[in-house]
Protein backbone atom coordinates (compact mmCIF):
# COMPACT_ATOMS: atom_id res chain seq x y z
CA UNK A 1 0.00 0.00 0.00
CA UNK A 2 1.72 2.98 -1.09
CA UNK A 3 1.32 6.25 1.57
CA UNK A 4 2.66 9.65 1.01
CA UNK A 5 2.90 11.50 4.24
CA UNK A 6 3.27 15.42 3.80
CA UNK A 7 4.71 17.55 6.87
CA UNK A 8 6.17 20.92 7.28
CA UNK A 9 3.00 23.13 6.89
CA UNK A 10 1.79 26.11 9.09
CA UNK A 11 1.44 30.39 8.94
CA UNK A 12 4.50 32.39 8.26
CA UNK A 13 3.87 35.99 7.19
CA UNK A 14 4.73 37.17 3.63
CA UNK A 15 8.55 37.05 2.65
CA UNK A 16 9.54 33.99 4.93
CA UNK A 17 10.02 30.52 4.30
CA UNK A 18 8.69 26.70 5.07
CA UNK A 19 10.23 23.62 3.74
CA UNK A 20 7.66 21.09 2.90
CA UNK A 21 8.26 17.12 3.31
CA UNK A 22 6.65 14.15 1.88
CA UNK A 23 7.78 10.68 3.09
CA UNK A 24 6.53 8.09 0.71
CA UNK A 25 6.64 4.51 1.61
CA UNK A 26 4.95 0.86 -0.33
CA UNK A 27 6.40 2.03 -3.78
CA UNK A 28 10.25 2.33 -5.35
CA UNK A 29 10.84 5.82 -4.69
CA UNK A 30 14.23 5.75 -6.58
CA UNK A 31 11.85 5.29 -9.98
CA UNK A 32 9.18 7.31 -9.28
CA UNK A 33 8.94 10.75 -10.23
CA UNK A 34 7.25 12.69 -7.67
CA UNK A 35 5.53 16.18 -7.94
CA UNK A 36 3.36 18.97 -5.85
CA UNK A 37 0.48 20.55 -5.93
CA UNK A 38 -1.64 22.83 -4.45
CA UNK A 39 -4.98 23.83 -3.78
CA UNK A 40 -6.72 27.17 -2.56
CA UNK A 41 -10.50 27.43 -1.59
CA UNK A 42 -12.92 27.73 -4.52
CA UNK A 43 -9.93 27.29 -7.33
CA UNK A 44 -9.32 24.01 -8.65
CA UNK A 45 -5.64 21.87 -7.51
CA UNK A 46 -2.64 23.36 -9.86
CA UNK A 47 0.65 21.85 -10.37
CA UNK A 48 3.67 23.72 -8.55
CA UNK A 49 6.42 21.66 -9.15
CA UNK A 50 7.81 18.04 -10.17
CA UNK A 51 11.21 16.19 -10.17
CA UNK A 52 12.02 13.09 -11.83
CA UNK A 53 13.54 9.71 -10.53
CA UNK A 54 16.70 11.16 -10.36
CA UNK A 55 16.61 14.48 -9.69
CA UNK A 56 18.48 15.73 -12.71
CA UNK A 57 15.04 17.10 -14.31
CA UNK A 58 12.59 19.90 -12.44
CA UNK A 59 9.73 21.86 -13.48
CA UNK A 60 7.88 24.50 -12.27
CA UNK A 61 5.05 26.59 -12.08
CA UNK A 62 6.03 30.16 -13.63
CA UNK A 63 3.86 31.35 -9.96
CA UNK A 64 6.70 29.64 -8.50
CA UNK A 65 10.21 29.60 -10.01
CA UNK A 66 13.09 31.34 -8.61
CA UNK A 67 11.13 31.24 -5.48
CA UNK A 68 10.36 27.10 -4.45
CA UNK A 69 13.02 24.18 -5.12
CA UNK A 70 12.06 20.71 -5.30
CA UNK A 71 14.81 18.29 -4.47
CA UNK A 72 14.21 15.10 -3.31
CA UNK A 73 16.60 12.54 -1.04
CA UNK A 74 15.92 8.99 -2.39
CA UNK A 75 18.05 7.00 0.87
CA UNK A 76 15.56 8.68 2.46
CA UNK A 77 12.17 8.18 0.34
CA UNK A 78 11.62 11.66 0.95
CA UNK A 79 11.14 14.70 -1.59
CA UNK A 80 11.38 18.73 -0.62
CA UNK A 81 9.95 21.53 -1.24
CA UNK A 82 11.94 24.72 -0.54
CA UNK A 83 9.55 28.00 -0.11
CA UNK A 84 11.29 31.24 -0.20
CA UNK A 85 9.46 34.47 0.01
CA UNK A 86 6.15 33.50 0.37
CA UNK A 87 3.21 35.17 -0.80
CA UNK A 88 -0.31 35.47 0.18
CA UNK A 89 -1.11 33.91 -3.26
CA UNK A 90 0.81 30.96 -1.87
CA UNK A 91 -2.03 30.31 0.41
CA UNK A 92 -2.88 26.53 -0.22
CA UNK A 93 -3.18 22.74 0.84
CA UNK A 94 -0.11 21.34 -0.49
CA UNK A 95 -0.42 17.97 -1.76
CA UNK A 96 2.68 15.22 -2.37
CA UNK A 97 2.01 13.06 -5.71
CA UNK A 98 4.31 9.93 -7.18
CA UNK A 99 4.30 8.55 -10.09
CA UNK A 100 4.80 4.26 -11.06
CA UNK A 101 7.04 6.02 -13.53
CA UNK A 102 10.33 7.98 -13.74
CA UNK A 103 9.10 10.58 -15.96
CA UNK A 104 8.24 14.27 -14.41
CA UNK A 105 4.78 15.50 -15.74
CA UNK A 106 2.93 18.86 -14.83
CA UNK A 107 -0.12 17.62 -15.25
CA UNK A 108 -2.25 16.06 -11.61
CA UNK A 109 -4.24 13.69 -14.14
CA UNK A 110 -0.99 11.73 -14.50
CA UNK A 111 -0.02 11.07 -11.25
CA UNK A 112 -0.99 7.73 -9.26
CA UNK A 113 -0.62 8.77 -5.65
CA UNK A 114 -1.24 11.17 -3.34
CA UNK A 115 -0.65 12.51 -0.08
CA UNK A 116 -3.37 13.64 2.35
CA UNK A 117 -2.20 17.38 2.07
CA UNK A 118 -0.60 20.20 4.11
CA UNK A 119 -1.82 23.63 4.75
CA UNK A 120 0.27 26.29 4.27
CA UNK A 121 -1.17 29.90 5.05
CA UNK A 122 1.56 32.83 4.40
CA UNK A 123 -0.48 36.19 6.14
CA UNK A 124 0.12 39.69 4.83
Known amino acids: QVQLVESGGGLVQAGGSLRLSCAAS????????MGWFRQAPGREREFVAA????????YYADSVKGRFTISRDNAKNTVYLQMNSLKPEDTAVYYCAARATRAAVTSDRRYDYWGQGTQVTVSS
Open 51 to 58: IDWSGGNT
Open 26 to 33: GLIFSSSA
